[in-house]
């Protein structure tokens, strides 16, 4: 089972560039999410979805892009790379249960994507 | 809003003793808890959760969770630490919200 998919692994950007990092799911997630994890900080909620067409601002979403055009697909991009944006990026999913999502279901990660800007 | 809050940055325990990763909570209704642990540059894994039940609850790798709903705790346990275990460990809740927040996470480290 693939499980969260994300690419690139690691990624070096100029200050100014423009990237998008990908995430795909094959378990027909619903909710899907982004965060980014920074020394001290443990994992912020950047953007996340609860289905297809529906995205939502999590606790840090400034300079940065999401959509969701199918359920498979949660793609989060840098408009203008900034130093700041250094970190370390994951995607997750989880099932959305009936209800106001997540509820109790376990969330499943990527492995990560590993962002420096310069 | 709901919220974790794990007091402590690092953990250090000998292998052989056992280990505690405090947890403390705060949600409101029925509170959903999970546990998930993080090896070195890989993501989270699910480690255990609570929804409902027994308070004590078992998950991977020989850990276990106690809810305590009156100190609205959710400590983390195992009764032998392994080297293996070394980890960031991450208390998070569930229930009726979109916004999964985590907390800064504990680092467990055991010496051999």
Known sequence: ????TQTPKFQVLKTGQSMTLQCAQ???HEYMSWYRQDPGMGLRLIHYSVGAGITDQGEVPNGYNV????TEDFPLRLLSAAPSQTSV???ASTRD?????PSGNTIY???????TVV | A?????????????????LTVKCTYSVS??????????????????LLKYITGDNLVKGSYGFEAEFNKSQTSFHLKKPSALVSDSALYFCAPGGNTDKLIFGTGTRLQVFP
């Open chain 1, 1 to 4: 089972n693939a499980g969260v």
């Open chain 1, 26 to 28: 094959d378990m027909n």
């Open chain 1, 67 to 70: 959509s969701r055009s199918t």
């Open chain 1, 89 to 91: 990026y994951f995607c």
């Open chain 1, 97 to 101: 249960g009936q209800g106001p999502p």
């Open chain 1, 109 to 115: 990660f990527g492995e990560g994507s590993w962002l």
């Open chain 2, 2 to 18: 709901q919220s974790v809050a794990q007091p402590e940055d690092q953990v250090n325990v000998a292998e052989g003793n056992p």
């Open chain 2, 29 to 46: 209704g029925n509170p959903y808890l999970f546990w998930y642990v993080q090896y070195p540059n890989r993501g989270l894994q699910f």
